[in-house]
């Protein structure tokens, strides 16, 4: 453990709240405990406000790991200085711009990305027959702090954004560290935009019952997506991904589609969480999904899928490198480029690589097919919106970090070949896309259900929904994907 | 019914929701009101949830014995006349007495545990007295793996907090080695009932959405008398033997009676006795192949502490180990439901 951790202060912070998660006991006490003081503070101390939730935040991380709270931490004062210092500066703006994207990336880079470079320049040494002059870092054994990537591109965005005068650097250090450190979006998401959020920390927040129901409604709605939908898709999806090479073609393929709906439920009901958390305190973050599975091509798919980190790389990788201004070829490249970042990004291995690429080819495809075919029928926009989900679907056979079983997922797909089948009769799975499907008609079609519906029906409906995602939930200690990047 | 028709029918549905009238509250007061039905109605279906498996659904707690606790009373409001003898005992008495399967004196209904050695035999009796039970005959498993002192065997590694009723207090602050952890975990259960119970609500409802180590609705198939039909005739029989070796045969080492399972015996047919009925110790049969994994020094200890039991407290003994040839256990040590008709005709002849 790092350090502090053995003080009986954060020992026993440790046994309150061991991982810095939303689905756990510890986590319902906590956020109650912070959210009673911060409604009790009059309105009129905002910044006494503000800096209860920065504590609160360390905590949160802290209580997972005191040393890793201490870094990020240290990287968001000198983030804070930098930009500051950014904005004084007449001359040499660019080269604190630079000082301020190396810090951040240098770290992320230490702790994310070093095991798999050193590992990958120990291979290429001992394949040229030089004697590497280090053992291979066991990957699994290297810490790295939760949330790293999400506060890092945001730390990122602030500098480039004060950079290009589009904010001004934020004068107060409590908002500023609430900005990076508000602990509903700390650990996965969703990454927010400083011009945002910093508008918000000042405002002057009132008690209101609507924006309460409205973040209790997205809590319960993200903890039954992770409970009922990605946790019961993880039983079918995760034995199969463990060891495809067992298993029959029908079962890889059914676990295919599991898995995707198994991501999409875990990540969306993640983020759910997070907003509605973050409503409960009269913050309203970015909005991380809109039906990502129902778009009609990968490129509406990229606008549906996982939002806030798809604008941050329009907005800071591929509009810097030229867009889609320099012609077709230069477009491509550039869509490539963003792709592999986006891949290297969920993780330091080259099956995430990988991953971005073949999302890089879809993409460029893509726009070769939509400037040589244009058809505007219904039973087309289906048949694509079906061929675009099978795309998405294959790619996430990639996104797993070993490649041996990624491959055998391949062959298994692609090859009819015999094996076992699922670990549980696959009903509950259908059962659970036709819930899904409903979902989705109960949010998209019928919203004005929930406005018409009377507030003791909707108290009952809302109750109901806590206890179906508790009793459903078929294991206890799934952990969030994303919560791995 | 044409495509048009459909269209027409499916929009109606989807419009369905705006046939509601409109609210009439502002949309802050509607949002206070959503707030506070969902807190206190959560509030209370977890209270009352807890409340009610210690109380009235104490079944939905501990599944295994509020099943036969049911069939129990059932069969005893059926037959009021009869004087009743309980069976007390692991999976082995669980699948192997039968009592519809052969006549007897008493009325004899099956309240086996799975997993059951003295203690839980113990826990199960002051249950079924606390529950208004008055049994004149007890029928109680002696079986020597399951008095086992050994850490990883001895039976309070089996006992799951989960299953515990609040009126299990005492048992708890008399038997466990650590009362007051096992009382916090019991706290910690009560405290969110629907997450902590998800497993044996979800076995109720959905079993099938269940994985087959993860469903708790077994006992759902028990009979009228409380036996639980138990294992057929595996394919690869020798391979599920393996499996049992695996477990017993380190657990048979340097064997030593477990002082609480002594005790606890010794507090089961004491009260027993106080009540005026009378004990039946069994030893269930077994293959040849499990007798053989008894060490010499183990089957000694064993007997010894049969005979004194039996000499001390004046209980009777039934030695039914190898009442039954190989052929009839699937594993070595469970009988097929086929061979427990026989067996139960047999023992019965012991209790006219």
Redesign the interface.
Known sequence: MAWGSDTLYFRTLHAWLPEPFFQT?GFLVFCAFVLTVYWTLPRRWNNARVMLLVVASLHFYAAWNAGLALLVLGTSLADYLLARWLEAANRGRRLILLLSIAMNLGVLAYFKYRGFFLNELHDLTTAMGLPASYDKLDLAKLLIPFGISFYTFEAISYAVDVYRRKIQAERSLPHFLLFILFFPHLVAGPIVRAGDFLRQAQRIKRW???R??VG?QLCLIGVFKKFVIAD?MA?FCDPVFADPAAHNTNTVWLAVLAYSLRIYADFSGYSDMALGVAHLFGYKLTVNFNMPYLASNVSDFWRRWHISLSTWLRDYVFIPLGGSRGGELATARNLMIVMGVGGLWHGAQWTYLLWGVYHGLLLVGHRLFARLVHIQHPLWTLASTAITFVAVSLGWVLFRPEWDKCLAMIERLFAIAPGATL???H??LWWTVVLLFTCW?AAS??R??W??????V???L??AL??VA?????NADTMFIYFTF | MNIQTLRIAVSQL?A???W????R?S????????????VL??LA?NVVLSIGMDTFWASLRDAEYGARRVKLQARVAANPERPLAVVLGSSRTDFGIRPLAAECGPLVCNVSEAGSGPLLQLLTLRRLLHDGAKPKELIVEYWPPFLAAKPGYNEECRLDPHRYLASDEAFIREYLSDPDETLRLMREVR??P??NH?LR??SRV?P????YD?RMDGNTRVDAAGWLPGPVMPADRARSVQLASNYYIPGLRDYAIDPKAERALRELIATAQEMGARVTLVWMPESSEFRSWYPAETEAEAWRFLHSIEQETGVRVIIARDWLPDTVFPDSFHMTPDASIGFTQRLFSYFP
């Open positions: 006991q209101n019952w609507l309460v129901q209790i019961r039983v670990p549980l009769h009903r509950s008609l079609r019928w004005v259900l406005e018409r519906l009377p507030a003791p909707l108290g009952v809302l109750a806590l206890g508790q009793v459903m939930a078929p | 989807l369905l929701p705006r509601l009238p409109k609210a509250r949309r802050t007061a509607k949002a206070r009101r959503v707030v506070l039905t969902f109605l959560t279906a405290r969110t629907f997450w998800r609500l979800l959905l099938s959405w269940l994985k993860q």
